[in-house]
Structures are given as C-alpha cells and as structure tokens.
C-alpha cells in the first residue's frame, strides 16, 4: 500500500470516480486550468477534459445550483467550494433545493451531488478562509455531511459520497491536507456513510471527536495513557449527520465518562448535539458530567491567535482529568 496524504488521497478519489463512471463531473473556481487552489483536482482537466472538468465563474450559488440541476438530469456532480467562509452564498440553493427534492417529489427525484469545502483552522488563512459551520448543514434536514480525518477515510468516504444518491455535503480539514500520510490500498474502497470509526478501544473515559481535530485528541490520548496510566476511547464521528448514535452510547455506557471536541464555535455546535444524545440514551451510566472542548464563540482570529482558538492536546487533556477526577 502506498503512504500518501489527504491531498492525494482525494484526488485519488476523483480520479477513481471519474474513470469509472462517466456520470461523474466536476465543477468549481480554478478546478481545471489551476487544478484547485489546494491542487485537490490536479490532472484531471488533462484527463478528463473540459466537458467534465469545468471551470466556472466565481460564484457559488451558480456553482451549486448548476450541479443541482446536472443531478437532476443524470449526472453525478462534484461542485467545488475554494473555502467553506464562502459557502453561505449556496446555501440557500442546498436549502431550498438539493435537501428538498427528495421530498417535494415524494421520492420521484433525487439530488445526487456532492458539494466538497475544504474547513477549519490551522493554516494561517485570511478572513472567511477558516470557518468551521458544519453544524449549519448538519442542522438542514435532507444533507448528509461527511467529515474525514485522515488519507484512507478520506478518499473513502469520497467514493461512498459519489455513489450515494442524495446530496452529501464533504468537508475536507484542509490543515490535514498535507499534515501525515497514511497507507492507502491499492483497490478501490469505500465506508459506510453514518458509521463512526472506533479510533482507539479503552476502558476509563470516551474522547469523541472529528475532523482535524481528531489529531489534536489523538495526541491527548496518548499523553493520558503515558503520564497517567488512563484507558482512553476515542471515537471518530467522521459523518456528523447522521450521526452515529449507537457507538457513542456504547462507548459512554462502558466509560462512563465523555469530552467531546470540535473547533466550531461552541454554542450550537456538534458537542452540544452529542451531549444531548449522551444524556437520551446513557445518563444512568455517567459518572461525571460530559465535558466540551471547543472553538469559541467569536470569528476566529487571524495568524498570531488562531491556534489559541482551536483545540490542542493540552486543553483536551485538562479536560479529561477534571472529568476523571470528578
């Protein structure tokens, strides 16, 4: 198997996808000539050729919306987001349209898309370039959202993207683009799309996360079993809606103790919804309450600041020993 990144494991993706189905297109700013600004569609134009590699204006409800009516009529798009700040100016287009579809048709025609946004911190960005707002689409019924955390989910989870037959909102941690690498098999592979992923099996306390935060609590993990001699379990939602509710419940109903952690802001956000599932289905089984690990609840600040915004190992580990101790 090869070690390559994220970056390369989603181009992987596509190029996979594109050559095995014809259906398959993609669309966006700069995703052909440029091939992306992250280089996630390098070589495809040269492959495939501008009918299927489409270069378009910047704008990103017509981005969205021509990929809605392409799914409509038989094809598989892929509609590219340069950044996720920007992805306010389709929603309405996925609101109003793509998660609607399924329904306003009683099932007669459907919105198989994927709109994929590179998210979140951690490289320094300009305004708008670092937002995390999955909650919004988690938020919208009829929208799937996948978040992967490393190469092999990643183009994994493309691929059942790809082929699923509803709208499927990918969003791609770009701090994780090139961050590690990671074996990628050879043969085609795809993941359950609403199945989360039991990163590391423990006894003593659940660290649930997702995304590029996932590394972040991987750390923490490792620094608890180390200097601690803690059993920790770290779950990795990977698709957030929906969510898989079974194996977090599990998991809190063996620990007994939960911190979850994202880099969204906090009011609202992922943490709050697992919470609340935690304490539907396991509450008789906590022994302290559930702690969140967060972004805040302000922009996220610029080049100095950002990475006290975001989660680190530290903070996630305090975390886990104030809930030990509880």
């Not at 070589?43 to 409509?72: H, Q, Y």
Request: include cysteine; charged fraction near 25%.
């Amino acid at each position: 198997m090869a070690q390559i990144n994220m970056a390369k494991a989603i181009n992987l993706a596509l190029h996979e996808a594109m050559t095995r189905d014809d259906r398959v297109v993609v669309l966006g700013e700069d995703v052909g000539i440029d091939e992306g600004v992250f280089r996630i569609t390098e070589g495809l134009l040269a492959k495939f050729g501008e009918n299927r590699v489409i270069d378009t204006p910047l704008a990103e409800s017509g981005i969205v919306g021509t990929a809605i009516g392409m799914a409509l009529y038989g094809l598989r798009p892929i509609a590219e987001i340069q950044f996720s700040g920007f992805d306010y100016y389709n929603y309405h287009q996925l609101e109003c349209h793509a998660a609607r579809f399924r329904n306003r048709t009683r099932g007669r025609l459907t919105v198989p898309m994927v709109m994929r946004a590179p998210y979140g911190g951690g490289i320094r960005a300009l305004e708008h370039h670092s937002e995390s707002r999955e909650a919004i689409y988690a938020h919208t019924p009829g929208l799937k959202v996948v978040i992967p955390s490393g190469p092999r989910n990643a183009r994994a989870l493309l691929h059942s993207a790809i082929q699923d037959g509803d709208p499927v909102i990918y969003y791609e941690p770009k701090a994780c683009y090139r961050l590690f690498k990671e074996e990628v098999p050879e043969q085609m592979e795809t993941l359950p799309i609403g199945r989360a992923n039991l990163v590391l099996k423990g006894k003593d306390i659940t660290v649930i996360s997702y995304g590029a935060s996932l590394r972040a609590a991987l750390e923490a993990c490792e620094i608890l079993q180390e200097e601690d001699g803690v059993n920790p379990e770290l779950v990795d939602l990977l698709t957030i809606s929906p969510l898989d509710t079974e194996t977090i419940v599990d998991s809190v109903r063996k620990t007994g103790r939960a911190v979850v952690v994202h880099e969204g802001p906090r009011t609202c956000g992922l943490g709050a919804e697992v919470i609340a599932r935690i304490n539907e289905h396991a509450l008789l089984y906590l022994e302290a309450p559930v702690k969140r690990i967060t972004g805040y609840d302000t922009p996220i600040p610029y080049f100095q600041k950002e990475m006290a915004y975001l989660p680190d190992a530290d903070k996630i580990v305090n975390a886990c020993r104030e809930t030990l101790e509880f």
